[in-house]
Protein backbone atom coordinates (compact mmCIF):
# COMPACT_ATOMS: atom_id res chain seq x y z
CA UNK A 1 0.00 0.00 0.00
CA UNK A 2 1.28 3.35 -0.71
CA UNK A 3 1.62 5.96 1.93
CA UNK A 4 0.24 9.10 0.54
CA UNK A 5 2.04 12.48 0.92
CA UNK A 6 0.83 15.01 3.98
CA UNK A 7 1.29 18.51 4.69
CA UNK A 8 3.80 17.30 7.13
CA UNK A 9 6.26 16.03 4.41
CA UNK A 10 6.34 18.96 2.72
CA UNK A 11 8.63 21.24 4.85
CA UNK A 12 10.96 18.86 5.18
CA UNK A 13 10.94 17.60 1.02
CA UNK A 14 11.92 21.26 0.82
CA UNK A 15 14.82 21.68 3.32
CA UNK A 16 16.08 18.05 2.21
CA UNK A 17 16.21 19.94 -0.93
CA UNK A 18 17.64 23.49 0.19
CA UNK A 19 20.50 21.78 1.93
CA UNK A 20 21.65 19.68 -0.38
CA UNK A 21 21.52 22.82 -3.15
CA UNK A 22 23.78 24.71 -0.79
CA UNK A 23 25.87 21.88 0.11
CA UNK A 24 26.21 21.16 -4.02
CA UNK A 25 26.94 24.19 -5.11
CA UNK A 26 29.47 25.18 -1.63
CA UNK A 27 31.00 22.25 -2.77
CA UNK A 28 30.99 23.34 -6.50
CA UNK A 29 32.55 26.33 -5.58
CA UNK A 30 35.36 25.00 -3.09
CA UNK A 31 36.51 22.62 -5.81
CA UNK A 32 36.71 24.35 -8.95
CA UNK A 33 37.63 28.17 -7.70
CA UNK A 34 39.22 27.21 -4.67
CA UNK A 35 41.39 23.90 -5.58
CA UNK A 36 41.07 23.74 -9.26
CA UNK A 37 41.61 27.35 -10.42
CA UNK A 38 43.30 29.07 -7.43
CA UNK A 39 41.17 32.35 -7.57
CA UNK A 40 40.54 32.81 -4.35
CA UNK A 41 40.37 31.04 -0.95
CA UNK A 42 37.36 31.48 1.58
CA UNK A 43 38.96 34.17 3.55
CA UNK A 44 41.78 36.08 2.22
CA UNK A 45 42.30 38.37 4.37
CA UNK A 46 45.45 36.95 6.20
CA UNK A 47 48.20 34.21 5.35
CA UNK A 48 47.79 31.42 2.69
CA UNK A 49 48.04 28.82 5.60
CA UNK A 50 45.05 30.89 7.69
CA UNK A 51 43.41 30.83 3.87
CA UNK A 52 43.75 26.97 3.43
CA UNK A 53 42.25 26.38 7.22
CA UNK A 54 39.16 28.32 5.75
CA UNK A 55 38.93 26.38 2.70
CA UNK A 56 38.47 23.40 5.28
CA UNK A 57 36.07 24.54 7.63
CA UNK A 58 34.34 25.79 4.40
CA UNK A 59 34.46 22.15 2.56
CA UNK A 60 33.36 20.55 5.95
CA UNK A 61 30.19 22.76 5.96
CA UNK A 62 29.37 22.08 2.16
CA UNK A 63 30.00 17.58 3.26
CA UNK A 64 27.66 18.57 6.49
CA UNK A 65 24.91 20.19 4.44
CA UNK A 66 24.90 17.57 1.35
CA UNK A 67 25.63 14.45 4.11
CA UNK A 68 22.45 15.72 6.17
CA UNK A 69 20.57 16.53 3.11
CA UNK A 70 20.87 13.04 2.03
CA UNK A 71 19.78 11.73 5.48
CA UNK A 72 16.74 13.30 5.22
CA UNK A 73 16.28 11.81 1.46
CA UNK A 74 16.54 8.89 2.47
CA UNK A 75 13.96 9.37 5.35
CA UNK A 76 11.28 10.86 2.69
CA UNK A 77 11.96 7.92 0.45
CA UNK A 78 11.72 5.24 3.02
CA UNK A 79 8.39 6.30 3.53
CA UNK A 80 7.34 7.25 0.12
CA UNK A 81 6.74 10.47 -0.11
CA UNK A 82 9.14 12.18 -1.46
CA UNK A 83 8.31 14.68 -4.22
CA UNK A 84 11.09 14.77 -6.65
CA UNK A 85 9.80 18.07 -8.14
CA UNK A 86 9.70 19.88 -5.54
CA UNK A 87 12.66 18.70 -4.06
CA UNK A 88 14.48 19.49 -7.67
CA UNK A 89 13.27 23.07 -7.13
CA UNK A 90 14.28 23.29 -3.64
CA UNK A 91 18.04 22.11 -4.95
CA UNK A 92 18.06 25.03 -7.59
CA UNK A 93 16.42 27.27 -5.20
CA UNK A 94 19.10 26.40 -2.84
CA UNK A 95 22.40 26.61 -5.20
CA UNK A 96 20.84 29.69 -6.08
CA UNK A 97 20.77 31.08 -2.41
CA UNK A 98 23.83 30.28 -1.53
CA UNK A 99 25.28 31.98 -4.70
CA UNK A 100 23.76 35.28 -4.64
CA UNK A 101 24.77 35.49 -0.67
CA UNK A 102 28.52 34.23 -1.42
CA UNK A 103 28.42 37.28 -4.11
CA UNK A 104 26.59 40.20 -2.42
CA UNK A 105 27.68 39.29 1.25
CA UNK A 106 31.12 37.48 1.42
CA UNK A 107 32.30 39.26 -2.02
CA UNK A 108 31.07 42.86 -1.55
CA UNK A 109 29.59 43.44 1.96
CA UNK A 110 32.16 41.17 4.22
CA UNK A 111 34.67 41.64 1.58
CA UNK A 112 36.01 38.06 2.55
CA UNK A 113 37.19 37.44 -0.65
CA UNK A 114 36.37 38.25 -4.72
CA UNK A 115 35.53 35.59 -7.24
CA UNK A 116 38.83 36.68 -9.28
CA UNK A 117 41.62 39.37 -8.81
CA UNK A 118 41.49 41.21 -11.64
CA UNK A 119 41.15 44.73 -12.45
CA UNK A 120 37.79 44.24 -13.99
CA UNK A 121 36.14 41.91 -11.12
CA UNK A 122 32.43 43.73 -12.08
CA UNK A 123 31.69 41.42 -14.66
CA UNK A 124 32.28 37.97 -12.75
CA UNK A 125 30.44 39.62 -10.40
CA UNK A 126 27.94 40.23 -12.41
CA UNK A 127 27.51 36.94 -14.17
CA UNK A 128 27.56 35.21 -10.50
CA UNK A 129 25.03 37.18 -9.43
CA UNK A 130 22.95 36.94 -12.67
CA UNK A 131 23.33 33.12 -12.90
CA UNK A 132 21.97 33.18 -9.00
CA UNK A 133 19.05 34.96 -10.00
CA UNK A 134 18.17 32.32 -12.56
CA UNK A 135 18.36 29.41 -10.24
CA UNK A 136 16.17 31.16 -7.51
CA UNK A 137 13.84 32.30 -10.51
CA UNK A 138 13.77 28.56 -11.65
CA UNK A 139 13.66 26.91 -8.07
CA UNK A 140 10.93 28.53 -7.03
CA UNK A 141 8.81 28.28 -10.22
CA UNK A 142 9.62 24.65 -9.49
CA UNK A 143 9.07 24.53 -5.92
CA UNK A 144 5.44 26.48 -6.36
CA UNK A 145 3.91 24.10 -8.98
CA UNK A 146 1.96 21.64 -7.42
CA UNK A 147 1.97 17.99 -8.15
CA UNK A 148 -1.01 17.04 -9.97
CA UNK A 149 -2.80 13.77 -8.37
CA UNK A 150 -2.92 10.97 -9.74
CA UNK A 151 -5.92 10.18 -11.70
CA UNK A 152 -8.12 7.46 -8.78
CA UNK A 153 -8.80 4.04 -10.02
CA UNK A 154 -11.76 2.53 -10.01
CA UNK A 155 -12.86 -0.57 -8.60
CA UNK A 156 -12.12 -3.47 -10.54
CA UNK A 157 -8.91 -1.84 -12.62
Request: zero cysteines.
Amino acid sequence: MKKRKSSKDEPFNFWSGILFGLGLVAFIDEVVFHQLLHWHHFYDKSTTSIGLVSDGVFHAFSWFATVVSLFMLADLRKRNVWDRRGWIGAVILGAGVFQLYDGIIHHKLMRLHQIRYVDDVIYYDIVWNVIAGFMIVIGLIAVAQKKTPEPKKKAGE
